[in-house]
């Protein structure tokens, strides 16, 4: 199977190509918007990710009247329940968190989990880099063991306060930039597949 062929088939998995155009527009100018954001400030702020959810809503209401805004509610409800547990660990930002079921919110479910996966690998690739850099190869490799753990036991075993996000001396990855970047990446598939 050829590399064109393999892609084809994921965004037929993920039915990112019935997602409907303008829905993909405002889904890459909003993660976008929200990727700089975290870049510059390592913050994504309430405002944001709560018009970015009611947007969706709005949209897929508009495209695909009650049907549309059902999809936008089942993405953005899945993105949150999907990334919960991450949260609770304090593995994950809770604005982090928010914009996740805000995308989910604006393309749906199945474009949802296509966007979460390329952002997971995003952030692993930045996070890779960064520790390579930082000389911090062992301690992070380490602590992403103690955090795999902490997500096996639901938190029940293991220190998780050494790993979580309010410890200022670990190394972090902007998640909300690794959005951006598969938002923006899932639009171009979509489109490079027709």
Same mark, same amino acid.
């Given at each position: 199977?050829?590399?064109?062929?393999?892609?084809?088939?994921?965004?037929?998995?993920?039915?990112?190509?019935?997602?409907?155009?303008? @829905?993909?527009?405002?889904?890459?100018?909003?993660?976008?918007?929200?990727?700089?954001?975290?870049?510059?400030?390592?913050?994504?702020?309430?405002?944001?990710?709560?018009?970015?959810?009611?947007?969706?809503? @709005?949209?897929?209401?508009?495209?695909?009247?009650?049907?549309?805004? !059902?999809?936008?509610?089942?993405?953005?409800?899945?993105?949150?329940? *999907? $990334?919960?547990?991450?949260?609770?660990?304090?593995?994950?930002?809770?604005?982090?968190?928010?914009?996740?079921?805000? *995308?989910?919110? +604006?393309?749906?479910?199945?474009?949802? $989990?296509?966007?979460? +996966?390329?952002?997971?690998?995003?952030?692993?690739?930045?996070?890779?880099?960064?520790?390579?850099?930082?000389?911090?190869? !062992?301690?992070? +490799?380490?602590?992403?063991?103690? $955090?795999? !753990?902490?997500?096996?036991?639901?938190? $029940?075993?293991?220190?998780?306060?050494? *790993?979580?996000?309010?410890?200022?001396?670990?190394?972090?990855?902007?998640?909300?930039?690794?959005?951006?970047?598969?938002?923006?990446?899932?639009?171009?598939?979509?489109?490079?597949?027709?």
């Amino acid at each position: 199977m050829h590399f064109s062929e393999t892609i084809r088939t994921l965004v037929t998995a993920f039915a990112l190509d019935k997602a409907n155009e303008g @829905i993909w527009v405002c889904a890459v100018v909003f993660g976008s918007y929200a990727a700089w954001l975290d870049w510059r400030t390592r913050r994504i702020p309430n405002w944001l990710t709560v018009s970015g959810l009611g947007l969706g809503i @709005i949209v897929n209401s508009i495209f695909g009247r009650w049907h549309g805004a !059902k999809t936008s509610l089942e993405g953005a409800g899945l993105a949150l329940v *999907i $990334l919960l547990p991450l949260v609770l660990l304090r593995g994950l930002g809770a604005g982090d968190w928010k914009l996740m079921g805000a *995308i989910g919110g +604006l393309v749906g479910w199945r474009p949802m $989990l296509f966007v979460l +996966l390329l952002s997971f690998l995003a952030s692993g690739a930045m996070a890779i880099v960064q520790m390579i850099a930082m000389r911090r190869v !062992k301690q992070t +490799l380490w602590n992403t063991l103690v $955090l795999a !753990k902490g997500l096996a036991t639901f938190g $029940l075993r293991g220190n998780l306060a050494e *790993i979580s996000l309010d410890n200022p001396t670990l190394l972090k990855v902007p998640f909300g930039a690794a959005v951006g970047a598969a938002v923006v990446t899932g639009f171009v598939l979509t489109h490079w597949t027709r």
